[in-house]
């Protein structure tokens, strides 16, 4: 039995687990509008075919265009692609208005973004930890405030995330 296997886990975080490897819970997703970030590749690719695959209309974005707008294509209809620097605030509300504009609403944001440099401590590269704050924090903030900000009556029900089938908006 799976509660046999999941005794570390608190209650929780069992009925997440169950909600999560739940097929059914696939169907939440069903007509939603997902803004998906870093989605040209790699995980966000990887969520924004499955968010298409069950039901999302889903807004693709990076800043690899060509990558990302391939893969908008190959999905069809239910993705459209935008190009979008998470680390600029003022990209981040175009894309949000365009969204609203072409969809009516924004349910869902996947904070996917991000980047992780990997170097010698020794070497102090300042300027990767600069970028990596910039995506990885304040693209998240950037992306969180302008879709709050648009959502305006429905801030409660925006779900900001990284994992879309455990946050989706009722």
């Known amino acids: 039995e ?3 296997h999941a005794d570390d ?7 997440d687990y169950i909600e999560m490897t739940n097929i059914n819970s696939a169907r939440r997703v069903e007509n939603k509008v997902v ?10 690719a990887s969520h924004a075919r499955l968010l ?3 039901g999302a209309q889903v807004v693709l974005t990076d800043m690899t265009d060509a990558q990302g707008q391939a893969l908008a294509r190959d999905i069809g209809a239910s993705a459209h692609y935008e190009h979008l620097d998470v680390r600029d605030g ?27 440099p990997l170097s010698n401590m020794a070497e102090v590269k300042i300027d990767e930890w600069d970028r990596m ?13 302008a879709t709050l900000i648009k959502a305006g ?18």
């Not at 886990?9 to 009925?15: A, E, I, S, T």
């Not at 609403?105 to 996917?112: C, E, G, P």
């Not at 704050?133 to 405030?145: E, F, P, Q, S």
């Open 2 to 4: 799976i509660r046999d």
């Open 9 to 15: 886990f608190n209650d929780q975080l069992f009925r």
């Open 35 to 44: 803004i998906v970030t870093g989605a040209a590749q790699g995980m966000g």
């Open 52 to 54: 298409a695959e069950h």
């Open 90 to 116: 003022s990209m981040w509300k175009a894309v949000v208005d365009r969204t609203v504009t072409k969809f009516g609403r924004i349910d869902v944001l996947v904070n996917n973004a991000g980047v992780m």
């Open 133 to 145: 704050i910039d995506v990885n924090i304040r693209g998240v903030l950037h992306g969180v405030a």
């Open 153 to 170: 009556y429905r801030a409660s029900a925006l779900k900001a995330c990284v994992d879309p089938f455990n946050a989706i908006a009722e």
